[in-house]
């Protein structure tokens, strides 16, 4: 993971000299909000994925955590096109962050400056290139999904985070590839950094956003599967519906759409990617790779 320029605050500077203060606020504080994107290589170059949708959940993150952008949406759209021009990418993982900077150190974050930067690399399938066609194992994690009041579920806060981090730790020492966290009640709710279908019956559910980010690729699917026919509801569930359903995935811009092949030493299905996860992922990838001219409006070139 490493590509020659970073864009801080207006000016590309070089990887490894893209640096902040060891007082940064947000270091310290987790006062920060950021963005997953992904650029996609097609036959007409290389397009991001539903860019607008990203930045305009960036400022609403900022909005909620009361950052002060100092730049506007079309001048942060701007920088991500450039800043994948200069590192000559032509699929990447874009990385948009904008956080409290270094003035004073408290709990009171009003008096540090706010800046911004964009970060692009070349990046795979996330949980793995074998995962998008045979699934992954996870578990239930033991750590509960931030209760709705205790923060802001329609931010992605950098502090936010810590949750999930506990619960990919938990997965990955118990010998899994992810977790799956359930709320404060007991409900189903979101992976570590991926929103949850799953399907009984035929139809797909998904977890209410509510409790869950509100994910550009949870959208995607849900406007994906209802094109191809397939019911879509949202609903509150717990655990053991999950052990007992035809098919799970998860979904998300790093994840894109990777099936769940165990949960909890629970076999879902017939223990792989099942047949109306792999028509939705099919979509899908024809999509961001421009290979679907109904959905072309998905796709902002560089």
Known sequence: MKADKIWMDGKMVDW???????????????????????AYETDKGTAVFRLKEHIDRLFNSAKILKLDVP??????????????????????????????????????PFKCPVNCAIAVWEWGAY?????????????????????INSTSQKAKICANYINSIFA??????AGVDEA????????????SGENLFWIRNGIIYTTPTAT????????????????LGYKVQEKY?????????????FAGTAAEVTPIREIDNYQIGEGKRGPITEKIQKKFFDIVKGKDEEYSDWLDYV
Do not use: W
């Open 168 to 173: 990919k730790m938990e997965a990955i020492e």
């Open 180 to 191: 799956i966290l359930l709320d404060t009640r007991g409900y189903v709710t979101e992976g």
């Open 71 to 108: 730049f506007n949406k079309e001048q942060i759209r701007q920088a991500i096109k450039d800043t994948i021009k200069e590192n000559n990418l032509k699929s990447c993982y874009i990385r948009p962050l904008i956080y409290r900077g270094f003035k004073e150190l408290g709990v009171n």
């Open 237 to 249: 569930t717990g655990r053991d519906e999950l052990y007992i359903s035809e098919e799970v995935f």
């Open 212 to 227: 869950v980010l509100e994910g550009i690729t949870r959208d995607s699917i849900i406007k994906i599967a209802d094109d």
């Open 16 to 38: 490894d000299k893209a640096q902040v203060h060891i007082c940064t606020h947000a270091l310290h504080y987790g006062s920060g909000v950021f963005e997953g994107i992904r």
């Open 127 to 147: 949980l793995g290139e074998e995962a998008l066609a045979k699934g992954i194992k996870t578990k239930i994690s033991s750590y509960a999904r931030n209760y």
